[in-house]
């Protein structure tokens, strides 16, 4: 085994024994209640999906068959969960929550929200953001597919959002791809402008946000009467492949269209190879590229351009 390997792997262990202590799931007894931490998952899957089957259960939590048979055993006989047929299949039976079941759930419920309320209020707001998006990030390492671009809402800008803006991109571009501060101003320039020079009827922004954080940007500004301009788009890495920039990108077009822009442009630099898919995609044309040296970097930057009638 590689030592970069078994120095991850006793980081991974340390972060797992401090987190199982911090959110108390090293209690016998879970959330103060009468229930051990499966059985309240358990109750939670069932409670949220309506109804189940027990070999479905098993399957998606990881757990033993035998050992989740007796725990729903037990569920019933204290009247909690109920089992019936399933409609669609009379062979199957499925399991849900009685009204009792219901009842002593809700509070664990609200116990658990309860606590992680208190974990993140003694936080300051960027650091619970950065606490969330880390969370975030982790999960869609470890499971692609936990990320549904379902889940992704596209909102206007409000205050505090340009910050936003300038401070990711001012990051990201320097962790990915070594841009130094001076791109990170040339952003700020550009969104002060946005906000102080705003035509609400041809320009927007939209930020992208998952479960009520922002995970995505993308401009469109007025760079002529008849020319309009694609800027700033972003999606941060842990919510990146699920098509959140495709859909920014489509927003503004349609948006540049109906807004009775004859073309949308962009400016782009050739390293940025994720976002040149997207641009092929919506219909847009490379119609230039020069090189140039700026923010640290020897680049070589491209204009695109989409024809919107
Ligand atoms: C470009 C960016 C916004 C894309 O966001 P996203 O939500 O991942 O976009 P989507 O999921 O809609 O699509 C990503 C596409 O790029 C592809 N892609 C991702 N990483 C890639 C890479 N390293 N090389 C080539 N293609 C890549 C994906 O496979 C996908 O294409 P597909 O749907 O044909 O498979 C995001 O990567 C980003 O913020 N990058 C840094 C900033 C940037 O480059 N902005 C553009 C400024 S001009």
């Known amino acids: 085994m590689s030592s970069r390997l078994t120095e991850r792997i006793q980081a991974v262990r340390?972060?797992?024994?401090?987190?199982?202590?911090?959110?108390?799931?090293?209690?016998?007894?879970?959330?103060?209640?009468?229930?051990?931490l499966a059985e309240v998952r358990v109750l939670f899957e069932l409670a949220h999906r309506r109804t189940s089957a027990a070999t479905d259960l098993a399957a998606d939590l990881?757990?033993?068959p035998g050992y989740l048979s007796r725990m729903l055993r037990a569920f019933r006989g204290r009247g909690l969960v109920s089992r019936a047929a399933s409609p669609g299949d009379g062979r199957r039976s499925v399991l849900r929550l009685t009204?009792?079941?219901?009842?002593?759930?809700?509070?664990?419920?609200?116990?658990?929200?309860?606590?992680?309320?208190?974990?993140?209020?003694?936080?300051?707001?960027?650091?619970?953001?950065?606490?969330?998006?880390?969370?975030?990030?982790?999960?869609a390492a470890l499971d692609p597919a936990a990320v549904h671009p379902g889940q992704v809402r596209l909102r206007a800008h409000r205050p505090g959002d340009?910050?936003?803006?300038?401070?990711r991109h001012g990051a990201l571009y320097w962790e990915e791809y070594g841009w130094d501060e001076r791109f990170e101003a040339l952003?700020?320039?550009?969104?002060?402008?946005?906000?102080?020079?705003?035509?609400?009827?041809?320009?927007?922004?939209?930020?992208?946000?998952?479960?009520?954080?922002?995970?995505?940007?993308?401009?469109?500004?007025?760079?002529?009467d008849t020319v309009a301009k694609l800027r700033l788009l972003l999606v941060e890495p842990g919510a990146r492949g699920h098509g959140i920039g495709?859909?920014?990108?489509?927003?503004c077009v349609a948006f540049a269209r109906s807004a009775g822009y004859r073309e949308l442009v962009l400016w782009t630099n050739d390293v940025l190879v994720a976002a040149r898919r997207i641009y092929e995609r919506a219909g847009f044309e490379l119609v230039g590229s020069e090189r140039h040296t700026s923010f640290g970097k020897r680049l070589v930057g491209e204009t695109w351009r989409r024809r919107l009638r």
């Open 14 to 36: 340390r972060f797992n024994r401090f987190y199982t202590r911090r959110i108390g799931v090293l209690e016998e007894r879970y959330l103060r209640s009468s229930f051990s």
């Open 62 to 64: 990881g757990l033993d």
């Open 99 to 139: 009204a009792r079941g219901r009842t002593v759930f809700a509070p664990l419920e609200a116990a658990a929200r309860k606590d992680i309320a208190a974990m993140l209020g003694g936080l300051p707001s960027g650091r619970q953001d950065h606490v969330v998006e880390s969370m975030r990030s982790i999960e």
């Open 162 to 167: 340009m910050g936003w803006v300038v401070s």
């Open 187 to 224: 952003v700020a320039g550009i969104v002060a402008k946005f906000i102080e020079h705003l035509d609400v009827k041809r320009e927007r922004c939209w930020i992208a946000e998952l479960d009520g954080e922002r995970v995505g940007s993308v401009f469109c500004v007025r760079q002529s």
């Open 246 to 251: 495709s859909r920014l990108v489509n927003e």
